[in-house]
């Protein structure tokens, strides 16, 4: 795909991965749709990327609803004319573990609002945004790419049954999309980045952070920027489709 002149839909895109690959696009030409919840972090994103030369223009959504997502996704429409490209990436985290419990007493579960909240977000609003983003691509005819952010969490880690499963599932989702969607001409594919230096991780204690820091091979996080290019790199290589790509300093949990 030609980024210069697409017009891609990045969800999450007020901060961290989502607005390091919205600049990162905007470098190349592309004309971006932010999605956010947060309405002031997302314009102020736009600003910067229309500050870089590119066309940018914040909507304000939830995507784990349905009516928003529908309405905005056709809102992007009447102001772009087409869509290209979607980067779902929107996501939280709820972390708990399963069962906690000490010498024999259960004393904290997963509530099932923590489960319901994580996959609401994380999975149903990637399904609800790509199912929007294939109805506009198949529709104009001209075929997309679309872009799932995983983990590597989707191996499964403590702590994290609902954010593993979601992110095991959204992997999942690329492979699937790739498979019934290659005759529109749309391409899917999902990056699962490791830790990465965002405010999402930037909320750990120092300690837990400096642990994390030494398991990882390559002796740090990454940088925002870092998953920005895989993403430019799938955009623009037209064979690649159905594979996640593990962006992650080496580290496999
Ligand atoms: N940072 C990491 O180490 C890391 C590692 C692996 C995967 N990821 C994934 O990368 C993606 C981005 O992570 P990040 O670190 O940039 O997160 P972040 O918390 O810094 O930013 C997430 C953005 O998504 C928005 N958002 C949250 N819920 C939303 C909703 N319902 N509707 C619309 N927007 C919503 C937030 O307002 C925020 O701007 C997430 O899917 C995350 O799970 C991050």
New binding site residues.
């Given amino acids: 795909m030609n980024i210069t002149g697409s017009t891609i839909v990045i969800?999450?895109?007020?901060?961290?991965?989502?607005r390091a690959m919205a600049l990162a696009l905007a470098d190349k030409g592309a004309s971006l749709a932010l999605?956010?919840?947060?309405a002031d972090?997302a314009e102020s994103t736009a600003r910067d990327c229309q500050s870089r030369g590119g066309q940018a223009t914040a909507f304000t959504?939830?995507?784990?609803s349905e009516a928003d997502v529908v309405e905005v996704f056709a809102a992007i429409k009447e102001r772009f004319g087409g869509i290209h490209g979607l980067i779902n990436?929107?996501?939280?985290?709820r972390d708990g573990l399963l069962v906690k419990a000490r010498d024999g007493n259960v004393i904290k579960r997963m509530s099932l609002d923590e489960w319901q909240s994580v996959i609401d977000?994380?999975l149903t609003?990637v399904f609800l945004c790509g199912r929007e983003a294939a109805t506009h691509m198949i529709e104009g005819g001209q075929g997309g790419v679309i872009i799932n952010?995983?983990?590597?969490?989707r191996a499964g880690n403590a702590g994290q049954s609902n954010?593993s499963a979601a992110?095991a599932a959204v992997a999942a989702l690329s492979v699937t999309w790739a498979k019934e969607l290659a005759r529109f001409g749309i391409r899917s594919a999902s990056i699962?980045?490791?830790?990465?230096d965002?405010?999402?991780?930037a909320s750990m204690k120092p300690e837990a952070r400096q642990r994390i820091e030494t398991m990882v091979p390559l002796g740090r996080?990454?940088r925002?920027d870092e998953m920005a290019s895989t993403a430019v790199f799938i955009f623009e290589n037209d064979y690649v489709s159905g594979r996640s790509f593990d962006i992650d300093g080496g580290l496999r949990l």
């Fill in positions: 969800t999450g895109a007020a901060r961290g991965l989502g999605i956010d919840l947060d972090a959504a939830n995507i784990a990436n929107a996501g939280i985290l977000v994380n609003g952010i995983s983990s590597i969490s954010y992110k699962s980045p490791g830790f990465t965002t405010e999402m991780v996080l990454a925002p």
